[in-house]
Structures are given as C-alpha cells and as structure tokens.
C-alpha cells in the first residue's frame, strides 16, 4: 500500500475535462469522483484505498487515472536482454517490484 501512495502522491494525474492534471490538492479529485461515486471517494487516501482493496468504486478511480509516467531506474539500458533471474532487467521481479517502482521514482 505504500508503493501505491507513493506513486499517487509523486507522479499521479487524472482526466479533468479531457486534459491531464496533477493530484496536488484533494480538490481535484472530489469535484471529479465525488458525485460518480457518491462522496465515497473525495481525497487521495480514498483513491489509494480503491486501489490498493479493489473496492466498490475501482473502476471509476482507475477510469479517471491518467497511466503513471515513470523514468528510467539507470541512465543506460543494457544493450544485452537478460531475465531478471539471469542478472538482467527483464522479467519476473516478484517480491522485488516495490524496490524497481522506488529507483524509478
């Protein structure tokens, strides 16, 4: 749930009128989720909770998500493709998720 709440908080944006907004203030989200949803989702604790649960209201907090822009966790990508279980960067991290999603933010 923190890597969630990290990612909202730092690098969250939503569909407000068709263009991309940051997350900076819980306004944003309650004058966009709050009627669909009935009140229940009106801050970034609530989209966190949504999305970390799949609770009731997920699809409409997913709908209203723009996709989390991310940097590059090296300044060099390896030239060789490697799996992650063989040294590279490619593929199933598992547990280790939480650790890449950090670098890249």
């Known amino acids: 749930k923190a890597i969630i709440t990290d990612l909202i908080r730092r690098r969250g944006h939503g569909w407000t009128d068709g263009k991309r907004v940051p997350l900076s203030d819980n306004t944003i989200i309650e004058n966009a989720l709050g009627d669909k949803t009935d009140g229940a989702v009106i801050c970034v604790d609530d989209v966190v909770h949504e999305l970390h649960s799949v609770g009731e209201e997920f699809a409409q907090v997913k709908g209203f998500l723009w996709p989390f822009q991310l940097a590059a966790p090296r300044s060099k990508f390896q030239k060789e493709k490697l799996n992650f279980k063989d040294g590279g960067d ?7 998720m ?3 999603i950090r670098q890249m933010l």
Do not use: A, K, P, V
């Not at 490619?90 to 280790?96: K, L, V």
């Open 90 to 96: 490619y593929g199933d991290r598992g547990e280790e």
């Open 98 to 100: 939480d650790d890449l």
